[in-house]
């Protein structure tokens, strides 16, 4: 038996992690964290019966304590009762899959309490790298990569860290507006930008794809997940998201993962690794399959990609800057507060007008990020 902590469990990783539970009976549910969404969090205590739940506000730890209480459940709240959850003893590992830097401190304390980490939040290793890698070292235990990229290039890799690599094929859908230049993009709505060609997920991510932000925290998360240098990470466009990404070794092979889009592959993945599993769904048709085709990214219209080599290159304090504003950024256009290629000038801008520090600890972190949004607050 496994036992296991979602941290995130109302959203898409989260959702689709409960579907892998579902279909394994050796996968025990010890403890789920929610932001908001008492309801949908009800219903999964309901049926997967964790002996703890948090949810992020008081207020809303109070009216889920009372709708629950025919339950032997215990419910936390804040960040004392996300740290508890993915703490708890006898857990094996903490699918970590809150969206945001918000994922930061309960990571590393469950690192600290030796839990493995099926890691879905690309935003704790862009920012907190260079504390998170030492750590699982430190404390002997397995991040595993559930981005669905990282996760085919592990596989690719075979577990191994890869000191046979000559690059990494970093391959990305190139988002709802492939192919566009940065004019055609000047009017373009929220709705627009949630149109991700191939996957269903949450909305911060959904608009990342879109501006390309999510390759630049993919390369980064790269970076520190394989040991690699930011010069051997390549993007490459594959619009039809059957290649997840592929590795270059040394002696000129590439191995490659291709599959259906299907976040559960790589969540199954992780939980079990170095196992595999049968998982229900579609399979890879190669007959079916029109065309597999590949094109360079256009960098000077998702300029965002390109500044993240260049905050990756420099690291320290840098990464958090580019994570930040991009987070505060995006949670204002899906508000209808600034425009879409506001996105990129409030980065760009964040980016510009900081002065690096080297080796953030988690409260400079933390520190740099409210920073960063009262800069946007005042101008945006
Ligand atoms: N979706 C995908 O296919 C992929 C996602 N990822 C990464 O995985 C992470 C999650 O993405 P995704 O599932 O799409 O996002 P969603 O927005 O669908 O879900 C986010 C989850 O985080 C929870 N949450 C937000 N704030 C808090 C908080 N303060 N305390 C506790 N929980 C909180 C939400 O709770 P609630 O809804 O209740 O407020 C929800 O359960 C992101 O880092 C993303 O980049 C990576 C690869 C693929
Ligand atoms: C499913 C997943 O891992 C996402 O990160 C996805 O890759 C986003 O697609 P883009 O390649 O469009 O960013
Ligand atoms: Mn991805």
């Not at 500044?307 to 508000?335: C, D, H």
């Not at 209808?336 to 996105?343: E, F, G, P, S, T």
Request: one cysteine or more; aromatic letters at 6%.
């Amino acid at each position: 038996m496994k036992n296991i902590t979602i941290l995130g469990s109302t959203g898409s990783i989260g959702t689709q992690t409960l579907e892998v539970v579902r279909a394994n009976d050796d996968l025990k549910v010890i403890a789920l964290a929610a932001g908001s969404n008492i309801r949908l969090l009800e219903q999964q205590i309901r049926e997967f019966k964790p002996r703890i739940a948090c949810v992020w506000d008081e207020k809303n730890a109070k009216e889920l304590k009372e709708n629950v209480k025919d339950i032997d459940v215990k419910i936390v709240s804040g960040m004392d009762g996300l740290i508890e959850c993915s703490t708890v003893s006898d857990i094996n590992i903490v699918v970590a899959a809150i969206v945001g830097m918000i994922g930061i401190r309960p990571t590393i304390e469950a690192i600290k309490a030796g839990k493995d980490i099926a890691l879905a939040n690309k935003e704790t290793l862009v920012t907190a790298g260079h504390i998170i890698m030492p750590l699982v070292e430190e404390y002997g235990v397995q991040l595993l990569p559930v981005d669905s990229e990282h996760s085919a290039i592990f596989q690719a890799l075979n577990g191994e860290k890869g000191n046979e690599i000559s690059k990494i094929i970093l391959t990305a859908s190139g988002g709802p507006f492939r192919g566009k230049k940065r004019s055609e993009l000047v009017n373009i709505q929220v709705e627009d930008a949630l149109k991700h060609p191939n996957w269903a997920m949450g909305r911060k991510i959904t608009i990342d794809s879109s501006t390309m932000v999510n390759k630049g925290l993919e390369v980064i998360e790269a970076k520190w997940l394989f040991h690699t240098p930011i010069d051997k990470i390549e993007v490459v466009i594959q619009p039809q998201s059957v290649i997840h990404s592929a590795v270059e070794f040394l002696d000129g092979a590439v191995i490659a993962q291709l599959g259906t889009p299907d976040m559960r592959l790589p969540i199954q993945y992780a939980l079990y690794y170095p196992e595999r599993r049968m998982l229900s769904g579609e399979r890879l048709d190669f007959f079916k399959l029109a065309n597999l085709t590949f094109e360079k990214p256009d960098m000077d219209t998702f300029s965002s990609l390109r500044l993240a080599y260049e905050v990756g290159e420099i690291g320290g304090s840098m990464p958090t800057v580019y994570n930040a504003a991009n987070e505060r950024a995006v949670e204002k256009f899906l508000n209808r507060k600034i425009k879409y290629l506001d996105i990129p000038d409030i980065i760009e801008y964040c980016v510009r007008e900081h002065k690096l520090i080297e080796n953030p600890s988690v409260e400079k972190i933390l520190d740099i990020e409210k920073t960063t949004y009262d800069i946007i607050e005042s101008k945006w």
